[in-house]
């Protein structure tokens, strides 16, 4: 089945510093890469997505780029501000089995 | 707010006891996924019901079953409670059967110990 890896577990920024979350995953039948953003005891809230035909996507500040050769995806957060800081997962799915497969996730804390 | 409710919030239970996670989607809502998130296995995809029927399923135990009736709530049964179950237990709905290719919209979780 898919595997998905997810680095840093922890990643401490200054505000205005640009954060950056990297993914792997194994299945190369994977073709959407959703990102999900979860502060502290909320719920996770999709921030963004890609899919496997499209190799970056951007939205205000936040970004996601696909390599889908090296198997790898990652989050790109520009100009963070203190309420960025929360846990962001990142997950993988295929067309066929629609089963997400979720990074363990990344604790980003934003220091003002 | 999403929509999506669940109930109840906390539930505190003892090993070998059985207990059900009930869930609402939002209106107009056909998919219903239950999520497992817990310290040791991280978000856990467990099951998928669209309009009533199973649409996939993940790492979900057999002590675990899942229903979604005809008015669309849904039920996790978590039977034969072991200490490792304890978890915060996350509803998700949709419009479609898409699964998470489509955007999915959580409650806000049954937080589940088991003593």
């Known amino acids: 089945g898919e595997n998905v890896e997810q680095h840093p577990s922890t990643l401490s920024v200054q505000e205005g510093d640009s954060a950056v979350i990297k993914c792997t995953y194994s299945d190369s039948a994977s073709n959407y890469f959703p990102w999900y953003k979860q502060e502290l005891g909320k719920r996770p809230q999709l921030i963004i997505d890609?899919?496997?035909?499209?190799g970056e996507k951007k939205d205000q500040r936040i970004a996601v780029t696909l390599n889908k050769t090296a198997k790898h995806f990652s989050l790109h957060i520009t100009e963070t501000q203190p309420e960025d800081s929360a846990v962001y997962f990142c997950a993988a799915a295929s067309g066929g089995s629609y089963i997400p497969t979720f990074g363990r996730g990344t604790s980003l804390i934003v220091h003002p | 707010d999403s929509g999506v409710t669940q109930t109840p919030k906390h539930l505190i239970t003892a090993t070998g006891q059985r207990v059900t996670l009930r869930c609402s989607p939002r209106?107009?809502?056909?998919?219903v996924y239950w999520y497992q998130q817990s310290l040791d296995q991280g978000l856990q995809f467990l099951i998928q019901y669209y309009n009533g029927e199973e649409r996939a399923k993940g790492n979900i135990l057999e002590r675990f079953s899942a229903q979604q009736f005809p008015d669309l709530h849904s039920e996790l049964n978590l039977s034969s409670l072991e200490l490792g179950d304890s978890a915060l237990y996350f509803c998700?709905?949709?419009?479609?059967?898409?699964?998470?290719?489509?955007?999915?919209?959580f409650g806000p979780g049954t937080r589940l110990l088991v003593l």
């Open positions: 998700a709905s949709s419009v479609g059967s898409s699964g998470v290719q489509e955007t999915q919209y």
């Open positions: 890609i899919r496997s035909n499209v």
């Open positions: 209106s107009g809502d056909l998919s």
